[in-house]
């Protein structure tokens, strides 16, 4: 199964940059990663800047694939729920796993309504931290996922 990671807008600091080459790194021990980002929008409505970034989005999604969007009203899952999700697609034939990361307003609602919506957390953390704790939380489910001590 490969994996895709797609977001909204550039990571900006340097020590975003250094924990998204390190987590991509190891998760690609388990899997093909592909990272992707989209620029992000401004000087419209909230609304109007969610569709362009959708639309940006979409065109780095391949038919087929199935879409994880992460959103503060998605499901929580715990890390080894993320392992057994993650597991599922991977046993069940899932060709390409993709998880996006919107901009500042999140996704469009028809966006919304394409994929799995999954919260990293009740509580609000900025985009560039997101790109870091999803891609770390990866990289623990694949090392569950193979009985590997990095989770404990």
């Given at each position: 199964m490969k994996l895709k990671i797609v977001w909204v807008g550039k990571s900006r600091d340097p020590w975003v940059k250094e924990a998204v080459a390190d987590y991509a790194g190891g998760v690609r021990r388990y899997a093909p990663l592909e990272l992707g980002e989209v620029r992000d929008e401004k000087g419209a409505e909230a609304e109007e800047m969610r569709r362009r970034e959708c639309d940006r989005l979409e065109k780095l999604i391949p038919p087929g694939a199935l879409l994880v969007l992460l959103d503060e009203h998605g499901e929580q899952l715990d890390s080894p729920g993320l392992a057994a999700f993650v597991g599922k697609q991977r046993d069940s034939g899932v060709g390409e796993?993709?998880?996006?990361?919107?901009?500042?307003?999140?996704?469009?609602?028809?966006?919304r309504r394409r994929g799995k919506l999954l919260a990293l957390s009740k509580m609000t953390f900025t985009h560039q931290m997101v790109r870091v704790f999803l891609l770390e939380q990866i990289y623990r489910a694949f090392s569950i996922l193979n009985n590997e001590p990095y989770h404990h």
């Amino acid at each position: 199964m490969k994996l895709k990671i797609v977001w909204v807008g550039k990571s900006r600091d340097p020590w975003v940059k250094e924990a998204v080459a390190d987590y991509a790194g190891g998760v690609r021990r388990y899997a093909p990663l592909e990272l992707g980002e989209v620029r992000d929008e401004k000087g419209a409505e909230a609304e109007e800047m969610r569709r362009r970034e959708c639309d940006r989005l979409e065109k780095l999604i391949p038919p087929g694939a199935l879409l994880v969007l992460l959103d503060e009203h998605g499901e929580q899952l715990d890390s080894p729920g993320l392992a057994a999700f993650v597991g599922k697609q991977r046993d069940s034939g899932v060709g390409e796993l993709i998880f996006a990361i919107g901009g500042a307003y999140g996704f469009s609602e028809e966006f919304r309504r394409r994929g799995k919506l999954l919260a990293l957390s009740k509580m609000t953390f900025t985009h560039q931290m997101v790109r870091v704790f999803l891609l770390e939380q990866i990289y623990r489910a694949f090392s569950i996922l193979n009985n590997e001590p990095y989770h404990h």
